[in-house]
């Protein structure tokens, strides 16, 4: 360890280390200011770090000071910190000796008085009716008589008793409760969750699935109120397939979700009161409806007695229905008998003419005349086959000398196919040695442009290039530095020079005279010219 104090130093001051120094830097700063209160604006704030811990600064018209959250700290916090929000910030001054900076350690954090809150929930709820969350078109009807009723409540507080009572004195049904926190830090992301619960629930599952979703909450300031203002729980309560009631606080105190949410309820008895009817008021209605059903349909049984009675008035007796068909009948009975004589006597005759007709000749007859036609035609058939036999071999034969005929073709084919192709080989090979030759004499015609225009000509004539000691073209006298180390290029090798005085150049009122034959000093970069 270094000595404080050095006796062979030209000075009586102490001497530190740099981690000395900055040592007792910290511990004077975080003596100094072991624990203050700082209001300023939350500045480059880009949520918790993957360690959970929060970097950001706090700012103000005049300065900046670097801020951290710790992880243990930041948990405990009653809201999310947010860009542009103005803040209280309670901890404690130290140094960070790696970069001499120094830096609040936030303890606790607080928004600066309610105007900041209000300010913030006005942004958010602009931005959030920008986006059509708040759109009364999306908000859905309530269901007259729901089964099943989800609750989104804590489970020890007054408001899930006051509204298990009031729905058990209106109209007893199955409610189920999902218990979060509704204060604190991590209790808007609880009744997110619970409402993306209630929607993922199956319906027929063992947890039957809510017709309704009650989010209730008792009265309580703008910062008890605060988690129903997070973002995530709008956006969940917006997105919900299922009608959700909004009842946070009293009938005066306004959250984002009730903008959110298909209905809102001032209290959240009210809640219970618009989620189901009252069972008697519904049974004395039903009572009312079935006497006035009963009443309507012994009205409209007496009138159609009434009707039928008319009617049958009107209708003939039944002798007068009977009288005619009757004596229609007795008529047909009396010519009944008479009737049947005629018919046997008919069909007797009938029959007797048809055996004059059936004799053996006649049979005999018939058969030798069908069979002399069944010999015939064995006989055509016969014929038939014999022909198709005939024509059946001469195809055969045909096709056989076709065959044999086929490998002389083939071979011909081949042929002629081998001469052609050897035809298109000389043709290609001319027409290439052709191209290769047009491309060679282009080539060497632009070979000869890029000679003619190469600076080594230039060279040839007498001229000289200057580089410097980098390699790099001179082309001004005005670039060249007494002792400058420079190299000429010649045509035929370059050598190493180094720059001397040089005089003052000639002034345009009296040009140097130069021979007829010398060429004119160039007062720019060297124009290379034509050489053609």
């Known amino acids: 360890m270094n000595s404080f104090f050095d006796s062979a130093s030209p000075s009586n001051l102490a001497e530190y280390s740099v981690s000395e120094l900055s040592g007792s830097i910290k511990r004077t700063v975080e003596q100094a200011f072991d624990q203050v209160r700082v209001r300023g604006e939350i500045s480059g704030y880009r949520g918790p770090h993957s360690s959970g811990h929060a970097y950001f600064s706090l700012k103000d018209d005049r300065a900046r000071i670097d801020a951290v959250i710790w992880k243990g700290a930041f948990s405990r916090l009653k809201f999310r ?84 009572h009031r729905i058990a004195d209106r109209f007893p049904v199955h409610v189920v409760v999902w218990p979060v926190r509704v204060q604190g830090d991590g209790s808007g992301d609880e009744v997110a969750a619970a409402i993306q619960g209630f929607n993922a629930l199956a319906i027929g599952g063992p947890i039957p699935r809510p017709d309704l979703l009650i989010v209730a909450r008792g009265g309580g300031s703008l910062e008890d109120l605060w988690s129903f203002n997070d973002e995530v729980v709008v956006r969940a309560a917006a997105a919900s397939d299922i009608p959700l009631i909004s009842a946070v606080g009293h009938e005066t105190d306004w959250t984002l979700i009730d903008y959110a949410a298909d209905h809102r309820a001032p209290t959240p008895t009210g809640a219970a009161e618009m989620a189901v009817p009252v069972k008697a008021d519904l049974e004395a209605e039903v009572s009312a409806l079935s006497a006035r059903l009963k009443a309507a349909v012994a009205r409209q049984m007496e009138n159609r007695r009434q009707e039928l009675r008319s009617l049958a008035r009107a209708l003939p007796s039944l002798d007068q229905l009977l009288a005619l068909p009757r004596r229609r009948f007795d008529e047909a009975s009396a010519g009944l008998g008479r009737g049947l004589q005629m018919n046997t006597t008919n069909k007797r005759r009938a029959f007797e003419r048809t055996a004059a007709h059936l004799r053996s000749d006649l049979l005999t007859t018939r058969i030798s005349d069908r069979r002399r036609h069944l010999s015939e035609a064995m006989n055509r058939a ?74 080594r000509n230039v060279l040839k004539r007498g001229f000289a290039l200057v580089r410097d000691g980098a ?52 007062s720019g970069p060297p124009k290379q010219g034509s050489l053609f």
Not at 492 to 520: C, N, T
């Open 81 to 164: 910190p947010e860009e542009g929000m103005e803040v209280i910030a309670t901890g404690k001054v130290t140094t960070f000796p790696g970069s001499s900076k120094y830096q609040i350690v936030i303890e606790t954090l607080e928004p600066a008085g309610a105007g900041a809150l209000m300010a913030l929930i006005d942004e958010r709820k602009r931005k959030l009716a920008a986006e059509g969350l708040f759109d009364a078109a999306r908000k859905r009807p309530l269901p007259f008589m729901p089964k099943v009723i989800g609750v989104v409540t804590s489970p020890t507080g007054a408001v899930i008793r006051d509204i298990l």
């Open 471 to 522: 390699g790099r073209p001179v082309k001004e006298a005005a670039a060249v530095e007494p002792g400058m180390a420079l190299s000429l290029e010649f045509v035929d090798g370059s050598v190493s020079a180094v720059a001397g005085e040089g005089g003052a150049p000639p002034s345009p009122q009296e040009p140097k005279k130069r021979s007829p034959r010398s060429p004119e000093p160039a």
């Open 382 to 455: 016969e014929r038939i086959v014999e022909r198709q036999v005939h024509r059946g071999q001469s195809r055969v034969s045909a096709a056989d000398a076709s065959l044999r005929a086929l490998p002389s073709r083939l071979i011909g084919q081949i042929h002629r196919a081998s001469d052609r192709v050897a035809g298109l080989r000389a043709r290609s090979d001319a027409a290439i040695a052709g191209e290769m030759r047009r491309l060679k004499g282009v080539l060497v015609a632009q070979d000869r442009v890029l000679q003619s225009l190469s600076y």
